[in-house]
């Protein structure tokens, strides 16, 4: 098939696009990936001794607002009443987490009222009242005072980055959330829910569609490959999720990413830890959570013989490491506009997704800007109003 557009990477940024282009203006997509899978990295399998689903990439909960992209998503999948809920484990006793009127009163041993609890929290928080922080450690005892953050922010945060808080720009948080409430839904979105026969099945339905040719073990860089940047920049347009370093040999410099290491284990137990994400908010544990899928989908009758369960441990990504959360370094930030100018002159290629942005993007974010890149600069192309560029 000689494609009209190309599509580097079927992750959701990359299939929304495909779909859209495919469907809606009858136009041959080839769409390729360098894994063995689609999906990106909301990609899920089947634990093979429990029969259990597992998102090999790290827990993946969809939420969204937005009710475009929820019609969008929905033709794709039904989904279930999941409601996310996380808890976290700090000095042997389990807390509700965000931090609500609940894990403050469960912490100060007390009975506080939403307007007492906020007058407290105010106090401690004046500790450091009027100081411009210097670092991570400063501003997160300004926001929510020390004890709250000391037990369950600091170290949680210094295991995410591997880093003393006190060595951490202050900029890195603005906001800590504190709810005087005991209201703990972790997600505050119109819509939320978990694919009901799973994220696999979803892709798979949006990749599903004559016009769409996937291929997949295939790496744009890689020369020898029938699809290739050589091959494919200035004859076809194409749409590039892949890392927008990468793309340009980088010529700026890496951008900086953290990356997560799972350890998966199937235990001889029906139920570990009884819900979906315990966090472990204290320095002497390792590992900052704990996820079990088995509770993403508590209609499913999962057998209870045994249970499989990730422990996350978060690091700084080297080279050929999966990259997860961009750093965003000052340094990082001047490499990627260097890289914005490079991708605004080079012709008939859209940078787009986490990777190709190189910004953090929730599921419904790369799905809500990938339908914008479809509508305001690839549907004009082909129907003969120019953009694309
Ligand atoms: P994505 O990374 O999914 O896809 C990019 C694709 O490009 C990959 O398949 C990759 O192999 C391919 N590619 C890269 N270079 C290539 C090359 N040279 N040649 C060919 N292919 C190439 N969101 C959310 O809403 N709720 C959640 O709970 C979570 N949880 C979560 C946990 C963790 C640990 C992470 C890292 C992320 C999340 N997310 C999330 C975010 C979610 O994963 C994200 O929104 C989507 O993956 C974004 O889709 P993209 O298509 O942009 O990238």
Do not use: C
Request: hydrophobic letters at 35%.
């Amino acid at each position: 098939m000689t494609a009209d557009l190309v599509v580097v990477g079927s992750g959701f940024f990359g299939l929304t696009v495909a779909e859209r282009a495919a469907r809606e203006l009858g136009l041959k997509v080839t769409v390729i990936d360098r894994r063995h899978h689609i999906g990106g990295n909301a990609y899920s399998e089947t634990e093979a001794q429990t029969g259990i689903e597992v998102h090999r990439y790290g827990a993946h909960l969809f939420h969204t607002s937005n009710k475009k992209v929820w019609d969008y998503v929905n033709q794709f999948t039904t989904f279930t009443d999941y409601v996310h809920r996380v808890y976290g484990v700090h000095k042997g006793e389990v807390f509700p987490l965000p931090i609500n009127l609940g894990t403050i009163n469960q912490f100060f041993r007390a009975n506080y009222t939403p307007a007492e609890a906020r007058a407290l929290i105010a106090e401690q928080a004046g500790e450091l009242a009027g100081t411009d922080p210097e670092n991570l450690n400063d501003k997160g005892i300004q926001l929510i005072g020390r004890p709250l953050y000391e037990a369950f922010i600091k170290h949680y945060t210094g295991k995410q980055w591997q880093t003393d808080p006190k060595d951490l720009p202050a900029g890195i948080i603005s906001r800590l959330p504190v709810r005087y409430t005991y209201d703990n839904r972790y997600f505050n979105d119109t819509y939320e829910g978990l694919p009901t026969d799973g994220y696999t099945a979803w892709i798979e339905r949006m990749a599903d569609h004559p016009n769409i040719d996937v291929q997949l073990n295939t790496d744009f860089f890689d020369e020898a490959q029938p699809i290739s940047k050589g091959s494919v920049v200035g004859n076809v347009p194409v749409v590039y999720t892949g890392p927008v370093d990468r793309y340009f040999d980088y010529a700026e410099g890496d951008l900086s990413w953290r990356t997560i290491d799972f350890e998966e284990e199937v235990l001889d137990t029906g139920d570990f830890q009884g819900t979906s994400v315990v966090n472990y908010n204290d320095a002497d544990v390792p590992f900052t959570r704990i996820i079990e899928p088995r509770h993403f989908h508590p209609e499913r009758g999962y057998q209870t013989e045994k249970t499989v369960i990730m422990r996350e441990f978060s690091r700084f990504a080297e080279k050929g490491d999966e990259p997860y959360y961009p750093v965003n370094t000052e340094a990082d930030r001047a490499k990627l506009l260097a890289y914005r100018d490079l991708a605004t002159s080079e012709k008939d290629v859209l940078f787009g997704g986490r990777l190709g942005t190189y910004k953090y993007l929730d599921m419904h974010m790369a799905i809500g800007s990938a339908l914008s890149m479809y509508e305001n600069r690839i549907k004009p192309h082909f129907t003969g109003g120019a953009k694309l560029e």
